[in-house]
């Protein structure tokens, strides 16, 4: 007798346990996430002549750029312990993982709509996708800023091996910022171009082209600089990077806590919405 493999079974009327589901749908569906992130990855340059190399060419470009305009006003010798270029590649790599990766997220659920509506998949799945696939460019991009690092002979630390944790708690902050974007785009569409220009904001709050000694004499200039989220992630990140200024442990406690807070809020205010949003596509 031959014995038919298990089928799960949607059923509409189950509901949900808020924060419980929705982690067990990522790792229920975790060859899903890959499969989206491959795609991400493959389609987004299929076209392209340079392929993926774009993931490298393009935030180079944009370092270059910055790096010729700025060089002279904020890379003064004496300003930095480190080469400005290297400065600013680390700031610039970290604003671009952030505002991809959440309006990568905070978009993901309402351009997967023709395939939501066909079938069951738990919609945060394309969200959680989106985040894995933009920490996967910003992995990408990592390899010329070790180059000049090397080139410039400011090295490579062995702290280097670090640089996954804020990573990780990075994915957690543009997933959980994501999902509470995506759970008002499908009532406002207005709600991706408002998050564009807000994430924007928040880039230019962190000394990504600047440092940090330029506001120096202004402390609500400070206060509302280290009060940005993203300004722990950038300064660990640069102490584990290249061995930039050492990032205190309350600089990785406000990182860590910042990345579970996002991810808690925006789980738990998708899974008590997540019916109405479906039904909104």
Avoid: C
């Avoid at 180079?60 to 930095?80: D, M, P, R, Y």
């Avoid at 905070?106 to 509506?117: C, D, H, K, Q």
């Avoid at 640089?163 to 207005?190: C, E, K, N, Q, W």
């Avoid at 402390?219 to 050492?246: M, Q």
């Amino acid at each position: 007798m031959t014995t038919l493999p298990s089928t799960d079974v949607y059923d509409s009327d189950l509901r949900r346990r808020p924060l419980i589901t929705e982690f067990q749908n990522f790792w229920r569906y975790r060859g899903l996430i890959k499969l989206l992130v491959v795609r991400d990855l493959t389609v987004r340059y299929k076209r392209s002549v340079l392929g993926v190399w774009w993931t490298i060419l393009n935030p180079a470009l944009t370092i270059a750029v910055l790096w010729i305009v700025f060089s002279n006003f904020f890379g003064k010798q004496g300003e930095l312990d480190e080469p400005y270029i290297v400065y600013l590649t680390a700031g610039i790599l970290i604003a671009t993982y952030f505002t991809q990766g959440v309006i990568a997220a905070g978009s993901a659920i309402v351009n997967s709509r023709n395939v939501l509506i066909k079938i069951y998949i738990p919609p945060e799945i394309f969200s959680l996708s989106a985040g894995v696939a933009a920490a996967a460019h910003f992995i990408i991009s990592l390899v010329p800023m070790l180059l000049l690092q090397v080139l410039t002979g400011q090295g490579i630390p062995w702290t280097v091996i670090l640089v996954p944790i804020p990573l990780f708690f990075m994915l957690m902050l543009v997933t959980g910022l994501g999902l509470l974007i995506a759970s008002a785009a499908v009532y406002f569409r207005d709600v991706i171009d408002i998050a564009k220009v807000i994430t924007q904001l928040l880039n230019y709050l962190i000394p990504t082209f600047w440092t940090i000694d330029f506001i120096s004499d202004s402390p609500k200039a400070l206060a509302l600089v280290e009060g940005n989220p993203l300004y722990s992630f950038l300064v660990v990140f640069r102490s584990w990077a290249y061995g930039g200024p050492d990032a205190s442990a309350w600089l990785v406690g406000v990182m860590a806590m910042s990345g579970l807070v996002a991810l808690t809020l925006g789980v738990y205010v998708f899974s008590r919405n997540w019916r109405r949003v479906v039904v909104r596509l």
